[in-house]
């Protein structure tokens, strides 16, 4: 089956630090998303990527959907400590359509004051 | 608008039992897709239901099943329990599966198997 490789596994930055993880795969996602979860809830969405080489912000993150559609990467930019969870990629399948997706196993971000 | 409902938040069972798992979807989503979130495996797809019709299903056994009503509220039943299938189950709504309707998840229901 499809698989995604999340990296890193799990980062513990500075406050104001900027932070970069990705995923990459060996197939071809129509689609990309990227969750943050926090304890005790559920995956929320943080931003949806639809097209080979799509660059979407929103607020201080960045995310981008890589032109061979088989990676994609999320930067967070002078964080907080409200940052702190686990972030997840996921990918879609073909014909846009999100209701199966397959996520990475997530980059757990810890924020130090 | 109300975000996706799950019931219960927490449930513990013995090995054996059987569990039912509820969801209410954000009000206008069609499609009601189950994930079951475990340490070692992270999220994986169970199941997705669309206008009460099981329309995808990933690779876990018979014993997990679910089914979707005509108010697109949809419930998620595993029998005969195991250990492994103490996880966090997710459940999430998206209108129909456009590319701009993205997943909108739940909190989940904490399943505990002893």
């Known amino acids: 089956g499809q698989q995604l490789n999340q990296s890193p596994q799990s980062m513990f930055i500075q406050e104001g630090e900027d932070v970069s993880m990705n995923c990459t795969s060996s197939?071809?996602?129509?689609?990309w998303l990227w969750y943050k979860q926090e304890p005790g809830e559920g995956p929320v969405l943080l931003i949806a990527l639809y097209k080979a080489g799509e660059l979407t912000s929103n607020g201080r993150l960045t995310a981008q959907f890589g032109i061979t559609r088989k990676d994609s990467f999320l930067n967070i930019s002078a964080s907080i400590p409200s940052d702190v969870g686990i972030y997840f990629c996921?990918?879609?399948?073909?014909?846009?359509?999100?209701?199966?997706?397959?996520f990475g196993k997530g980059t757990l971000l810890t924020v130090n004051p | 608008k109300a975000g996706v409902t799950q019931t219960p938040r927490y449930l513990i069972k013995t090995r054996g039992q059987q569990v039912t798992l509820s969801c209410s979807p954000i009000?206008?989503?069609?499609?009601v897709s189950w994930y079951q979130q475990t340490p070692g495996q992270g999220l994986q797809f169970l199941f997705e239901y669309f206008s009460e019709t099981q329309r995808n299903k990933g690779n876990f056994p018979g014993r997990f099943s679910g089914r979707q009503f005509s108010n697109s509220r949809s419930e998620m039943n595993v029998s005969t329990l195991e250990l492994g299938d103490s996880a966090l189950y997710l459940c999430?709504?998206?209108?129909?599966?456009?590319?701009?309707?993205?997943?909108?998840f739940g909190n989940g229901t904490r399943l505990t198997v002893t």
């Open positions: 009000s206008g989503h069609r499609s």
């Open positions: 197939s071809i996602f129509n689609t």
């Open positions: 999430a709504s998206t209108l129909s599966g456009p590319r701009d309707s993205p997943l909108h």
């Open positions: 996921a990918g879609g399948p073909s014909g846009g359509s999100n209701y199966k997706l397959t």
